[in-house]
């Protein structure tokens, strides 16, 4: 345990440099996350005979990608960035990845944001490919968790969004405190737990949008019950009841969200198919 303790001070987050731009696990365990779950969709069409061909879901990644990383960046500017005001001036500086000449990456991305730009790039993909926007949704629903399962293990990776102090044996020293992998705490619930309940639920489903109110709701619950363990914002702290997180306050109204959407479309689908799918 004492190694795994000192986990940090043994692990360089660079994978290793091409030249002079270095290359981190985290973005190889995002871009692995990426193709797992684009891999395991196109299997789920396949299996469960879907109908979504190969090159449209390929296709559709593409949108879906956009709005992520889009709807990721802005969410963080509008929920978390304290100089929200500065981008409304200085909208180029947004993507910009270099800081005083020297490339750093961009930084800062909110997970409820890349919901949203995830939301409307779906949409607009459904809509100009005719695709219908529900089953899109529901098949990403049970193929995104096992991709997500990774990008959190790349936060732990990268030695970011680290926990809050602890005594636990299995605790892990960040700058000479001893912390929850809090991270590792969301890749097992918000990743495999999600992935697992969701997959062999699918066949189940009594209406086309069940499974992505279903994912809404369940990663609300797992991400605000493993906020207790993430040590939130500095510059935020705890922006409710003296104890709730921004991501808290945001998975509420995610699970929210996610349950007035269940009602609406179960309502709907009872009105186009009186028996169900």
């Given at each position: 345990?004492?190694f795994w303790r000192h986990i940090y001070q043994h692990f360089d987050p660079v994978?290793?440099?091409?030249?002079?731009?270095?290359?981190?696990?985290?973005?190889?365990?995002?871009?692995?996350?990426?193709?797992?779950?684009?891999?395991?969709?196109?299997?789920?069409?396949?299996?469960?005979?879907?109908?979504?061909?190969?090159?449209?879901?390929?296709?559709?990644?593409?949108?879906?990608?956009?709005?992520?990383?889009?709807?990721?960046?802005?969410?963080?500017?509008?929920?978390?960035?304290?100089?929200?005001?500065?981008?409304?001036?200085?909208?180029?500086?947004?993507?910009?990845?270099?800081?005083?000449?020297?490339?750093?990456?961009?930084?800062?991305?909110?997970?409820?944001?890349?919901?949203?730009?995830?939301?409307?790039?779906?949409?607009?993909?459904?809509?100009?490919?005719?695709?219908?926007?529900?089953q899109l949704l529901d098949l990403v629903a049970v193929a995104v968790p096992l991709?997500?399962?990774?990008?959190?293990?790349?936060?732990?990776?990268?030695?970011?969004?680290?926990?809050?102090?602890?005594?636990?044996?299995?605790?892990?020293?960040?700058?000479?405190?001893?912390?929850?992998?809090?991270?590792?705490?969301?890749?097992?619930?918000?990743?495999?737990?999600?992935?697992?309940?969701?997959?062999?639920?699918?066949?189940?489903?009594?209406?086309?949008?069940?499974?992505?109110?279903?994912?809404?709701?369940?990663?609300?619950?797992?991400?605000?019950?493993?906020?207790?363990?993430?040590?939130?914002?500095?510059?935020?702290?705890?922006?409710?009841?003296?104890?709730?997180?921004?991501?808290?306050?945001?998975?509420?109204?995610?699970?929210?969200?996610?349950?007035?959407?269940?009602?609406?479309?179960?309502?709907?689908?009872?009105?186009?198919?009186?028996?169900?799918?």
């Amino acid at each position: 345990m004492e190694f795994w303790r000192h986990i940090y001070q043994h692990f360089d987050p660079v994978a290793f440099t091409i030249g002079s731009f270095p290359v981190h696990w985290y973005g190889l365990m995002y871009v692995l996350a990426l193709l797992v779950a684009l891999f395991f969709a196109e299997w789920l069409a396949r299996h469960d005979r879907l109908p979504f061909q190969k090159r449209e879901l390929d296709i559709y990644f593409i949108y879906a990608e956009i709005g992520v990383i889009v709807g990721a960046r802005l969410g963080y500017i509008l929920f978390y960035d304290p100089h929200t005001s500065y981008y409304l001036t200085h909208p180029w500086q947004i993507f910009n990845p270099f800081l005083n000449g020297h490339f750093v990456g961009i930084r800062g991305f909110s997970y409820h944001g890349a919901i949203i730009g995830f939301l409307l790039a779906t949409w607009l993909y459904a809509r100009k490919y005719k695709k219908d926007f529900w089953q899109l949704l529901d098949l990403v629903a049970v193929a995104v968790p096992l991709g997500y399962f990774f990008g959190r293990v790349g936060n732990f990776l990268n030695q970011e969004l680290i926990g809050r102090p602890t005594d636990v044996a299995w605790g892990i020293d960040v700058g000479g405190i001893v912390r929850h992998p809090s991270q590792l705490y969301e890749a097992v619930c918000e990743g495999l737990i999600l992935f697992l309940i969701l997959f062999f639920y699918r066949k189940r489903k009594k209406f086309h949008g069940e499974l992505i109110a279903l994912y809404g709701f369940l990663y609300g619950l797992f991400r605000f019950i493993c906020e207790f363990f993430r040590e939130p914002d500095l510059h935020l702290g705890f922006i409710c009841c003296g104890w709730m997180s921004m991501g808290q306050l945001l998975s509420l109204i995610m699970m929210g969200a996610a349950i007035l959407l269940y009602l609406y479309r179960r309502r709907q689908s009872a009105q186009i198919h009186p028996k169900g799918l």
